[in-house]
């Protein structure tokens, strides 16, 4: 983790203390998506949370277990500057969704399936915004991959439209035949 991840998240644990204090509440947007696509951080965030109202004798709200995940994920780059934990939770959660409505079905988030799943996104996500998108060199498995699995990659062109709209960026066929 960033050593920065000290300073800002014990800033935002005596902040949260405070809030609670003065109760003051502020809702968390992205806690679902932190709960459902960084499980690991999600839980230790969950722990944190568990231990600071032990120690103070308070109930903080569970949002805030997703607050401190969140500083990890935002720690988890080299530099302070080089993740954005909202954005890239909100990618992944946007491109989960496009995923679940395009095949019409439930996602058993228990499943090693799923995990596996978001694990995909999460990398491609990564890679999309550290401008690391898998370069063009594999068109005859990019072939084998839409002709075996065509609803797989009319999935994958749904993303890539998706990202073209809301970011002007065009995805490569090597990065299709990934999220396919």
């Not at 204090?21 to 696509?37: D, F, G, L, Q, S």
């Not at 109930?59 to 607050?67: G, I, M, S």
């Not at 080089?82 to 409505?101: E, F, P, T």
């Not at 550290?130 to 063009?136: N, T």
């Amino acid at each position: 983790l960033n050593s920065g991840v000290y300073f800002t998240l014990m800033d935002h644990l005596n902040f949260a203390v405070e809030r609670h204090k003065k109760n003051i509440n502020i809702t968390n947007r992205v806690y679902w998506e932190i709960k459902n696509y960084y499980t690991e951080e999600f839980e230790v965030g969950n722990y944190a949370l568990e231990l600071v109202n032990d120690t103070f004798g308070i109930q903080l709200p569970k949002e805030e277990a997703a607050n401190i995940a969140f500083h990890l994920i935002n720690a988890l780059g080299e530099k302070s500057d080089s993740k954005d934990g909202m954005k890239y939770a909100k990618m992944i959660g946007s491109i989960v969704n496009l995923v679940r409505y395009t095949l019409n079905m439930k996602m058993d988030q228990e499943n090693i399936h799923y995990s596996r799943f978001i694990t995909h996104v999460k990398f491609f996500v990564e890679r999309f915004y550290a401008d690391k998108l898998l370069s063009d060199q594999e068109n005859e498995l990019f072939e084998q991959i839409a002709h075996l699995y065509p609803q797989a990659m009319d999935v994958a062109f749904k993303i890539k439209d998706y990202i073209k709209q809301v970011h002007s960026i065009v995805i490569p066929n090597d990065e299709l035949t990934y999220l396919a």
